[in-house]
């Protein structure tokens, strides 16, 4: 373990990457500060940069396919929109603009390394027919569907789920023009797939306040974005990982992306970050 003290040099403002060592409970820690008057919130997320091999088990990846035919000019055609390598917590959201009528939503996963018979794929999708101005067509509300794949023992022959998405015109906001798409993939993670972690703190005169992100290696992917409305002066990251397996190199590399921001989701300002502890 190395302990920066205060007058550790700064890094550049907006990213910063590090490696999280192979020990059980290895911590990196840095003090995030926020200059005052602008700040509202602090904007951070972070991603596992690791190599492949890097301490990686098999995968269970989900890939999502939505496609519509049209018509323009008494010509058809297909309009698509393909997610790939979801892995197991991750998250898409997307819009297909193709108008009214039946959406073809198809779920398959490929790409998937663990062969295991035992193992299934589960997943929710999330669809809102909309019109030009993300108001509500018909169907009125969301609608979510969710379904489980088994897992297939051939990785070039991979299992799929299908199912439709119907959008329709209504009489208050008018015509559907696109769909909405919010695709998870809740396949529960093997227990020995490392699971990397931060944690966002920020002190303030009434109370503490905390939030917690997550991100798996192998999609090449940040995790989502993460907001603690602390306002200005010095937040506390704190990065760590989960599912420690001995048999496995489990050191991290890892990039985090953050951002100083006003109350409208705008740049307050250059962020300065310190690392406290390297682990």
């Known amino acids: 373990m190395m302990l920066l003290g ?88 997307f819009y297909v603009e193709a108008g009214k009528g039946s959406y073809k939503i198809s779920v398959d996963t490929a790409g998937t390394t663990d062969t295991s018979k035992q193992k299934k794929h589960t997943f929710s999708v999330e669809t809102h027919c909309l019109n030009d101005a993300d108001e509500f067509t018909k169907p009125a ?38 769909l909405y798409v919010k695709f998870t993939n809740t396949t529960n993670a093997d227990p020995s797939r490392v699971v990397l972690n931060a944690q966002v703190l920020k002190d303030t005169p009434d109370t503490g ?27 506390t990251v704190l990065v760590n990982s989960t599912a420690f397996d001995s048999q496995q190199n489990n050191a991290r590399d890892y990039t985090m992306e953050y951002r100083c921001e006003n109350s409208a989701n705008e740049d307050a300002g250059s962020a300065e970050i310190v690392q406290i502890q390297n682990e």
């Open 141 to 178: 509300i969301p609608k979510v569907k969710k379904k489980t794949i088994k897992n297939s023992t051939n990785p070039l022959r991979p299992k799929k789920a299908s199912m439709t998405a119907s959008c329709g015109k209504s009489k208050t906001s008018g015509e559907t023009t696109q």
């Open 6 to 93: 205060v007058d550790a040099a700064v890094a550049d403002a907006g990213l910063f990457s590090q490696s999280l060592g192979n020990v059980i409970g290895a911590t990196d820690s840095y003090r995030i500060s926020c200059p005052a008057n602008q700040t509202d919130h602090l904007n951070f997320k972070i991603k596992d940069t690791t190599p492949a091999g890097g301490g990686e088990t098999p995968s269970m990846l989900l890939n999502i396919h939505v496609k519509k035919k049209v018509k323009v000019n008494k010509q058809s055609f297909f309009v698509t929109q393909d997610e790939p390598a979801v892995a197991p917590g991750g998250q898409r959201e």
């Open 209 to 235: 306040m905390a939030t917690n992100l997550t991100d798996g290696n192998g999609d090449d992917a940040y995790s989502g974005d993460a907001n603690l409305k602390g306002g200005s002066g010095d937040y």
